[in-house]
């Protein structure tokens, strides 16, 4: 059995505790990897947002971007692609990507 923890985000805000069992694991070293991992996985989660941007054929699931808008206060704010979505609208001709986005 092994405890993992982000001091910094309890610090910040508050505990929020999720118990995981897995009888795969058998050793600490294990368990202290699946542990870190699920933080990573929450980190990435809490950070999620969606963009729409105009079709880039280059897109990739997984890759990094630079998100600039003055508008919401973004100065080259780096975002992971997590999902991608390529919608079509034929009566308008117009064709549009929207993508989920995660921490680096």
């Not at 280059?58 to 206060?73: H, P």
Request: contains cysteine; aromatic residues 6%.
């Amino acid at each position: 059995m092994v405890d993992s923890f982000s001091w910094d985000q309890i610090t910040s805000l508050y505990d929020r505790l999720d118990w995981l069992e897995d009888s795969n694991i058998d050793t600490v070293a294990e368990a202290e990897q699946r542990g870190l991992a699920c933080l990573r996985e929450a980190e990435i989660k809490a950070k999620a947002g969606n963009i729409r941007i105009p079709v880039n054929c280059g897109q990739q699931l997984y890759d990094v971007i630079d998100i600039t808008d003055s508008r919401a206060g973004m100065s080259a704010e780096k975002k992971r692609v997590t999902g991608l979505t390529l919608l079509y609208a034929p009566a308008r001709g117009e064709y549009e990507h929207r993508l989920s986005l995660g921490a680096v």
